[in-house]
């Protein structure tokens, strides 16, 4: 009998032991990816008193996964290359469970290095996911990244809203909260467990991401900081909301629920912004009208907290919007594959490095002062920004030509 060639493993889900099996392998990863750190901030206030810790030192529970992220993503790809994706990503969900199994001890120093273990376990699925999607789905990558994408939120949001209840669940408060987040990965780790009989690597042939030419291009650099000041303002909100909503008279609950409906909100405006992106050679209404939006609700927010659950879901669309925009001016602005590689490693670096300084600069701002006020405007003057920069980040210019 003749056989048919097989085809590249790139090409086919068909080798694989079931499709369905591997999509909700992928799904579960993407879920790591967001919960173990986002769903800390309602708990931010029984963490503080239960540990002494002032808001700026509070503030690095969300800001060490960031630092991780930043450090530890560029060794993704050579962990691939040495164990595979498959065996990579299995580690990747272990060392996350190690994390959260540390941080829920119950001392600040077991505290602090579980986070920045579990931050180093989500940078290796961070790097590893997109390309595994590629590989396993090449001609759905948009339907699949947007479902990745719904399902990161929609847990993210899920986090939020069931951390006060469980902290309610037992003596252990917090810890017994953050404890139980332990049942994610170890599930996912599970689900995954027949994906090893594969051995994919990964291509090392993308240039590094300080890449000269790359951080010379204004337009570049316009790109980058738009989707910077995009992660500056979201981990703000995303670490202090929780605090600033029980600030204002809002319950413990109900800001968790808040935090959690922003999370939600920030995983819906792929439906809209995508195929606008598609339809539209010039974005630069789309992103600062996005941007503006981010503005409005900050400022709403500050002069009319009663108006709270409007202000979270504006911001949370708002947020989403234009970091699906930022990700899209990536591939958008870039001339080629490897320009576009370059740059979203620029984009990265930038992003990661100003998202880890604002939970921070916020909380010693707070600290300070003893209310939200000039952490709410800085956090709006940076929104407005965003908006300029999407101005230019949204032309329809590519890398290298003038415009």
Not at 66 to 75: E, K, M, Q, R, T
Request: glycine residues 10%; contains cysteine.
């Amino acid at each position: 009998m003749k056989q048919h060639p097989t085809a590249p493993a790139s090409a086919t889900t068909a080798q694989l032991a079931s499709p369905a099996l591997l999509l909700s392998g992928i799904l579960l990863i993407a879920m790591n990816l967001r919960v173990p750190f986002t769903s800390v901030a309602p708990l931010i206030d029984g963490i503080r008193s239960g540990l002494s810790l002032s808001s700026s030192a509070a503030g690095l529970l969300i800001t060490l996964p960031l630092l991780a992220f930043a450090v530890v993503s560029p060794f993704g790809s050579f962990v691939a290359k040495k164990f595979g994706i498959e065996r990579s990503l299995l580690a990747a969900l272990l060392i996350i469970a190690a994390g959260i199994l540390l941080r829920s001890t119950g001392t600040a120093w077991a505290l602090y290095l579980g986070t920045w273990i579990i931050g180093s376990g989500i940078a290796i699925g961070n790097v590893l996911l997109p390309g595994l999607l590629k590989r396993s789905f090449p001609d759905q990558i948009t339907k699949f990244t947007a479902i990745y994408v719904l399902t990161m939120g929609v847990a993210s949001a899920l986090g939020s809203v069931c951390a006060v209840p469980l902290a309610q669940l037992s003596d252990y408060g917090w810890r017994f909260a953050m404890g139980a987040l332990i049942v994610l990965p170890l599930l996912s780790a599970l689900i995954w467990l027949p994906q090893l009989k594969r051995h994919t690597e990964v291509s090392t042939s993308a240039p590094p991401p300080y890449s000269g030419p790359i951080w010379h291009s204004a337009l570049a650099w316009q790109v980058s900081l738009f989707l910077g000041l995009n992660s500056f303002v979201y981990y703000i909100m995303t670490t202090w909301l929780p605090t600033m909503l029980t600030d204002a008279g809002y319950s413990a609950a109900e800001a968790g629920n808040l935090h959690g409906l922003m999370q939600f909100s920030a995983a819906t405006p792929g439906l809209l912004v995508v195929p606008l992106v598609s339809r539209f050679r010039d974005q630069r209404g789309i992103a600062f009208g996005a941007s503006l939006l981010t503005v409005i609700s900050i400022v709403g927010l500050m002069f009319v907290p009663g108006l709270a659950a409007l202000w979270t879901c504006v911001f949370g669309f708002s947020a989403g919007a234009t970091l699906i925009l930022g990700l899209a001016f990536v591939s958008l602005r870039a001339s080629s594959s490897l320009q576009a590689a370059a740059l979203s490693g620029m984009a990265q670096c930038i992003g990661y490095t100003l998202a880890a300084i604002g939970p921070i600069l916020i909380g010693k701002i707070h600290d300070a002062q003893g209310n939200w006020h000039a952490t709410l405007l800085i956090s709006a003057s940076a929104a407005f920004l965003m908006a300029l920069f999407g101005l230019y980040a949204g032309r329809n210019l590519h890398i290298g030509k003038r415009a």
